[in-house]
């Protein structure tokens, strides 16, 4: 089984731009959340789509927002893009017949500069 | 006081040695807890997965849940130079809440 797959695996972008990452989840699995990761922070949630809709949110401005297509596949939008937001953006899935056991992609490195 | 505390090392360690990493937690609420090795440059891949207390093994890793401590242990048994890794423990509290609260994570090196 294939497993989750995320693109781009880097960006670069400029502050004030917006940018768009998406990601795949492992086959049958309809539940994903987006993780932001920091050398400061450490993983924190941004939230988690089941069934198209937004079922749990993180602490995060409004800037960080998501979608989740009938497919399951998921793209995460954050605008006017601030040098803070230089991380490791990584999704999960889950399949909720197996608990909530989640299952990480690769990421995506966003640098801001 | 952070959620889930994991002291985030660096720990050093001779190949062939027994490993414990350990994290701490104040939110009573966790019933199910994780453990994630981290490569550099790579996503989190899930080692260990266990509900509520007990310990559970597999292979050369064994994880232990203490709740009445709010206490989680991750042993490694004949450690070798490809655990060199962040292991990261998480937690949540289960049902329809599948947000994932993670410790700082702890950087281990395996000298051969």
């Known amino acids: 089984k294939a497993g989750v797959t995320q693109t781009p695996r880097y960006l670069i972008k400029t502050r004030g731009q917006q940018v768009t990452l998406s990601c795949s989840p492992i086959?049958?699995?309809?539940?994903v959340s987006w993780y932001q990761q920091t050398p400061g922070q450490g993983l924190q949630f941004l939230f988690e789509?089941?069934?198209?809709?937004?079922?749990n949110k993180g602490n995060f401005p409004g800037r960080f927002s998501g979608r989740q297509f009938s497919n399951s596949r998921s793209e995460m939008n954050v605008s006017t893009l601030e040098l803070g937001d230089s991380a490791l953006y990584l999704c999960?899935?889950?399949?909720?017949?197996?608990?909530?056991?989640?299952?990480f992609g690769p990421g995506t490195r966003l640098t801001v500069l | 006081q952070k959620e889930v505390e994991q002291d985030p090392g660096p720990l050093s360690v001779p190949e062939g040695a027994i490993v414990s990493l350990n994290c701490t937690y104040s939110?009573?609420?966790?019933?199910?807890f994780m453990w994630y090795r981290q490569y550099s440059r790579k996503g989190p891949e899930l080692l260990m997965y266990?509900?509520?207390?007990g310990n559970k093994e597999d292979g050369r890793f064994t994880a232990q849940v203490d709740k009445s401590s709010k206490y989680i242990s991750l042993f490694i048994r004949d450690s070798q130079p490809s655990d060199s890794a962040t292991y990261l423990c998480?937690?949540?509290?289960?049902?329809?809440?599948?947000?994932?609260?993670f410790g700082k994570g702890t950087l281990l090196t395996v000298n051969p």
């Open positions: 999960a899935s889950s399949s909720l017949t197996g608990g909530n056991e989640q299952f």
């Open positions: 086959s049958g699995h309809r539940s």
């Open positions: 789509y089941f069934s198209e809709t937004q079922r």
């Open positions: 939110n009573s609420a966790f019933q199910y």
């Open positions: 266990t509900y509520s207390s």
């Open positions: 998480a937690m949540n509290s289960g049902g329809s809440n599948y947000k994932l609260t």
